[in-house]
């Protein structure tokens, strides 16, 4: 290509940008022509969370734009209200039916067996035109109250089948204009009808799929599923977010605390991750059981997330009905010697960001219950309104699935949750692997609930008598003693499952 050449194919790239209309007109063209967020998505080759963002305001640039424009466009034409037709005139001659049966009797045909009439639904035993319908008016039981929205897969047919030509008028029904707009009315009140698939039968059909692909390979289709794990979290989560009532936002503006100093730095958040082994045994010879917490990252799905972007404020007082980051002077920890710091292996000294969770533990160990440290003092936060059953559904949907795998022994739906979990949780942040939610801060909770429900576990060990020899991670406790009669043993995420058995001897 040469230099001019070069200079042409830049300029016919730029020009203007498709005009959108206002972020509440595409909702409302959306929701008037009863398209969902994933239909909408679909068809324009994005997800249901990047459409969200478009219709809060996001705009879109170069194709992605077209495309959503040229849609929106037709929605407005489509929706845009027909002219009424012209009444009838009081002296128009009466129609003489027998005339009106003679001009359709060329494209009346029999069926073999009766079909739901388009203009009552009922069974019909001929097809006028090729739509199902009764000859006689008094057979016809009425037309339904509201027609059903249209599927994708009909709405696509449409598009793609030539226009029918000019159609016989159906007896007593108005002519050609009632005809056609009856039969493009789908029967509602239907007596049986396929379910829509649910959140798990989502994830079965993935590996159904992947498993038919693969020929069977269990090997192969895991890796597939495990390569998909991530965009399949995404989709899952829009499954399950249909009707819910509070907006994910997924690209909120975020202050410099949360973001990376260096392209492999990291950002100011602590997330208290525990790191601790305890000191000294008592005297003797001991067995040691390493204990494998299920689910750790699956669990800590439950917890206060912000919904909006994070607000500051400064003042020192929490509000519980928030949540978010907070800059905290911690409380001296003195039990070192059989506890872990809740805070994990934190040498600097002098105030630090902590999330949520790690606030809201400190303070529970401060209250009077607990007494086991002074509260927190809390010198200035970023926190948006919360609530902690935003991910409910979405951790409910991947736990019965985890649950049923566990019990069928299905090692490839297994390792397939449990990448769309943990996944989903580690490509929250700066990624490249997850442009459709960028929430840091969730990230941080996530991951702070995780360490904070370990950290709960190992107290519990503690306060029914067993000594607490180590904690790690998300999902590793030592612990000697009879730790059966504290976790409930086994696969399920409320459950533990042995890891290790060792013996260590100290002196007397």
């Known amino acids: 290509m040469t230099d001019l050449e070069a200079v042409d194919a830049l300029l016919a ?6 005009e959108l209309p206002a972020p509440e007109e595409r909702v409302r063209l959306r929701e008037t022509a009863r398209l969902s967020k994933a239909q909408v998505a679909r068809a324009l080759g994005v997800s ?89 008016p008094e057979d016809c039981a009425g037309a339904p109250a509201e ?11 449409q598009a793609t089948r030539p226009a029918p030509g000019p159609r016989p008028a159906a007896p007593g029904r108005g002519g050609q204009a009632g005809a056609a707009a009856a039969a493009a009315k789908a029967p509602t009140r239907r007596a049986f009808q396929d379910p829509a698939p649910t959140p798990v039968g989502l994830i079965a059909d993935a590996v159904h799929r992947a498993l038919v692909q693969h020929d069977g390979d269990a090997d192969a289709a895991t890796a597939e599923l495990i390569r998909t794990a991530i965009p399949d979290a995404m989709a899952l989560l829009d499954a399950c977010r249909k009707g819910a009532r509070y907006e994910i936002v997924g690209h909120p503006p975020l202050p410099g605390i949360l973001r990376k100093k260096t392209s492999r730095g990291a950002d100011e958040i602590w997330e208290a991750r525990p790191k601790w082994t305890r000191a000294a045994l ?34 020192g007082t929490h509000d519980r009905r928030r949540a978010g980051v907070h ?33 809201r533990l400190l303070l529970r160990l401060s209250s009077p219950s607990y007494g086991l440290c002074e509260p927190p003092v809390v010198h200035e936060s970023f926190t948006s309104g919360a609530t902690e059953n935003l991910l409910e559904k979405f951790r409910n949907a991947l736990r019965d699935a985890r ?21 989903f949780v580690a490509t929250m942040g700066e990624s490249n692997y997850n442009r459709e939610l960028y929430r840091p801060d969730w990230m941080h909770l996530i991951r702070s609930q995780a360490f904070a429900n370990l950290w709960m576990k190992a ?27 504290v976790f409930p043993e086994g696969r399920g995420v409320t459950e533990v499952k042995v890891k290790d058995v060792y013996t260590a001897q100290t002196g007397s």
């Open 13 to 18: 790239a730029v020009g203007p940008e498709a």
């Open 282 to 315: 008592p005297p003797g010879r001991h067995e040691i059981t390493a204990l494998d917490i299920n689910g750790a990252y699956l669990s800590a799905l439950k917890t206060h997330l912000p919904l909006g972007a994070l607000e500051h404020h400064t003042g």
């Open 327 to 359: 800059l905290i002077t911690p409380p001296v920890w003195e039990h070192e010697d059989h506890l872990p710091n809740p805070l994990g292996a934190r040498d600097e000294p002098g105030p630090f960001w902590v999330t949520e969770p790690t606030l």
């Open 48 to 136: 249901p969370t990047t459409l969200g963002a478009w219709e809060a305001g996001r705009e879109p640039t170069g194709e992605p734009r077209t495309r959503y424009a040229y849609l929106l466009d037709g929605l407005r034409e489509k929706l845009s209200p027909e002219p009424a037709p012209e009444p009838p005139s009081r002296t128009a001659p009466v129609h003489d039916r027998s005339a009106d049966e003679a001009a359709v009797d060329d494209d009346v045909t029999e069926l073999p067996a009766p079909e739901p009439c388009v203009l009552c639904g009922h069974p019909a035993r001929h097809q006028v035109a090729g739509f199902a319908q009764h000859l006689d």
């Open 147 to 157: 027609p059903a929205p249209a599927t994708p897969a009909s709405a696509a047919s």
């Open 459 to 485: 107290y519990k060990a503690h306060d029914e008598g067993l000594t607490v020899v180590r904690a790690m991670g998300t999902d590793e406790l030592h612990v000697i003693g009879d730790w059966r009669r």
């Open 403 to 423: 649950a049923a795998a566990v019990e069928a022994e299905d090692e490839v739906t297994l390792e397939y949750v449990k990448a769309m979990y943990s996944k």
